[in-house]
């Protein structure tokens, strides 16, 4: 096993042979003036020009006073406090056995990390190149604060909120909002910044006939929830409900039948970068509105509460399918049958999942609302016979069962490791790895045209490990591309192909880079086959290395966003990774670099 001190070098060796760090860039110029100081009127009402090009990060002498974050603190429903990365008490001189034996124990349970403020479910976003703090290592090794925010507020009302935006505002500060550390590129943590923390922001409520704060009733059951409420939202139960997963548009296995999480959203309220509560919906700012539904957290304001548009409980039809290819030639003829019958499965209703690992493993995890086992043997079961009549398939797992409804089913295959019937998806999830995703929104024609279907089934004869995710068709396509501000290739995809690659934090750097770039390489061949604008990315499944990310992530859209975000954060208070209104900015977002 390698030091964590040898880690350290190698990766200072590394970035100074060859190129720079891939992140982050701090600010080496001189400290930013704050807006409180340099503007004339101090009010936190109106915005003042910046008189700087960077934001004022910890550790600079623009950083508040203790005294200063004394007086900040006081006026807030709870403490702010210092954020540490979750290998803290694993290192001296805050070694404590006792606390650093719980870290490493809990350290895979996403759960745990959710309620960590200073983690990330991917650890690696914890880290820059040169400061990190792994669970793993020698208790004499440094703990670095990496990318982790030095103060955070807990925040569990508007006011908290407001009052943490505000004081930002006028001193200038970095600031970043984190709730369950899911996203794959470390968006809730930025070095040096104010973290406003909205995991703590829960409430839920259900209303059987909702009406519009403007009075208007929509006329449909509602269920109204805070940022922090995990519950099914994602695929895992530690996906925040009203956080990144509806702004950057929210999938599921049942997307086709209910639609996107940011369809699915009927009203919002958000606050504002410049501390300004609103509530969001088609008739109260439905410019926001429309942005903040697939323009992406937290680019267009804090969301503090969130009403979804609730669906009926139904019984769920479930087919469960593993094979194994022993030859390439047989795992592509089984890619070959399965893309040719996707367009067909999802007319009859189906929608799933489809991890494939190793040019040799294929697996369904496929629903049937209101199924039962005529119509899925005839449907699905079609593509099952002639999966086993191709030469070289072996099917490990052929089963069907009928779970009374959506939670049932996801009890059973997500969160219980035991019940799980074929691909456990409750193996690959834990938290506290190292881990880079890609994906690319697959649109219905290229299934239906059988050579390119065939150079996807070729694709993903190399690709180590991924999962598709048929959660497109159905509803998600009949909503119009103009209704939020999804990628309009949400509309006409039928599959989000997405790849993941891990590691842990003893790995060597160019092993890390050599994954990385392998995972934004394989999904080269589908960016080809459907290049931007038409074709896109998941906005919360990025591709750090995309090309043209803007472009990616909201094909045609990307102007009005831009205007929308001009609008309303015209200083740039929150900017993100790949976010709306990033470019020009360094890969932190604290220095403006044009
Ligand atoms: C194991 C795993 C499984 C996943 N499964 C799915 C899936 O099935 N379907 C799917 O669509 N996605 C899935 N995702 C991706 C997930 O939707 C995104 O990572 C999402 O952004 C997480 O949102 P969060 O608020 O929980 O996490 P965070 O990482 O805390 O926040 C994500 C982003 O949203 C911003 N944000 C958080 N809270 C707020 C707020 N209150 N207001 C404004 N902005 C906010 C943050 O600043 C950050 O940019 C999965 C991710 C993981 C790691
Ligand atoms: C910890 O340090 C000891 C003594 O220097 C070394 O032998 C050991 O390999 C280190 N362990 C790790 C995990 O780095
Ligand atoms: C944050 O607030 C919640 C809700 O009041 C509380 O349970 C939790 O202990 C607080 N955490 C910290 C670190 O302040
Ligand atoms: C894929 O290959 C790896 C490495 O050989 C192995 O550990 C894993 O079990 C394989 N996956 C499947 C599903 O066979
Ligand atoms: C089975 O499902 C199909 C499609 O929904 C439906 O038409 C049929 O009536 C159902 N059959 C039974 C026995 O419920
Ligand atoms: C499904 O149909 C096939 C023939 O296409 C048949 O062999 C099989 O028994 C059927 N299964 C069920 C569960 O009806
Ligand atoms: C699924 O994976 C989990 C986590 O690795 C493991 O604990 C469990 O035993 C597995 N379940 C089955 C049925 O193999
Ligand atoms: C805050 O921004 C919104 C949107 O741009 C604007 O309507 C509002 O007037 C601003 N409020 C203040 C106090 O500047």
Partial sequence: ?????????????????AKPPARPVYSTTSCPESRASSASSASSAVPAAP???????????????????DTFSKTLSHSIFDVHPPGYYCHDPHFNA?????????????????????????????????????????????????????????????????????????????????????????????????????????????VTNFKYKTGQPAGVPA??????????????????????????????????????????????????????LITASPNSHPDIFWAARGGGGPSFGVSTRLVYKAHPITPLYASFFEALAATPAAFVSLLDTYHAALPALADAGWSGYYPFENGSYFALMYLLPNGNTTYGNATLGTFIQAARAIPGVTVK??????????????????????????????????????LDTASWLL?????????????????????????????????????????????????????????FGGWNDLTPTSTIQATRRQVSDSLEPFRKLTPGPAGGQYLNEPDIFVPDY?????????????????????????????????????????????
């Fill in 98 to 206: 006792a606390l650093c034996n719980s870290i490493q124990a809990n350290s895979g349970n996403s759960i745990w990390r959710a309620d960590q403020p200073g983690a990330e479910q991917s650890d690696n976003w914890e880290f820059t190149p040169f400061s990190q703090c792994s669970i793993l290592g020698n208790r004499t090794d440094a703990c670095g604060q990496g990318r982790v925010p030095a103060v955070a507020v807990n925040a569990t009302t508007v006011a908290d909120v407001q009052k943490a935006l505000a004081f930002a505002f006028q001193r200038n500060l970095k600031v970043h909002i984190k709730n369950t550390g899911h996203d794959f590129l470390g968006r809730g943590l930025g070095p040096g910044s104010l973290m406003i923390w909205t995991h703590h922001f829960t409430s839920l409520t259900f």
């Fill in 1 to 17: 096993m390698l030091s964590r001190i040898s880690l350290f070098l190698s990766l200072l060796v590394v970035s100074s042979l």
């Fill in 443 to 499: 649109p219905r024609d290229l299934f239906e045209d059988p050579q390119k279907a065939h150079v996807m089934s070729e694709a993903l004869l190399t690709v180590p490990a991924g999962i598709g995710q048929h959660v497109g068709g159905g509803v998600v396509s009949a909503t119009p591309p103009t209704f939020n501000a999804m990628h309009p290739a949400w509309r006409t995809a039928l599959s989000d192909i997405s790849v």
């Fill in 550 to 594: 803007t472009i990616a992530n909201w094909g045609t859209n990307y102007l009005r966003l831009l205007e929308i975000k001009e609008a309303v954060d015209p200083t740039g208070q929150l900017l993100v990774v790949q976010g709306v209104g990033a470019v020009g900015w360094d890969e932190e977002q604290i220095c403006r670099t044009k």
């Fill in 223 to 276: 269920i109204t929830v805070g940022p922090g409420n995990q519950v099914e939202s994602g695929a895992l139960g530690s996906v925040g409900a009203g956080g990144g997963w509806p702004l950057g548009g929210g999938h599921n296995i049942i997307s086709p039948h209910l639609g996107l999480g940011a369809d699915n959203v009927l009203e919002l309220d958000l606050v504002l970068p410049n501390g300004t």
């Fill in 397 to 434: 797992t052929d089963a069907t069962t009928t779970y009374p409804d959506y939670q049932s089913w996801f009890v059973a295959n997500i969160l219980d490791p035991v019940a799980v019937v074929g691909f456990n998806y409750t193996g690959i999830v834990g938290g506290g790895l190292g």
């Fill in 51 to 69: 008189s700087g090009t960077c934001k004022c990060t910890a550790g600079q002498p623009c950083w508040p006073s203790a005294k200063d974050w």
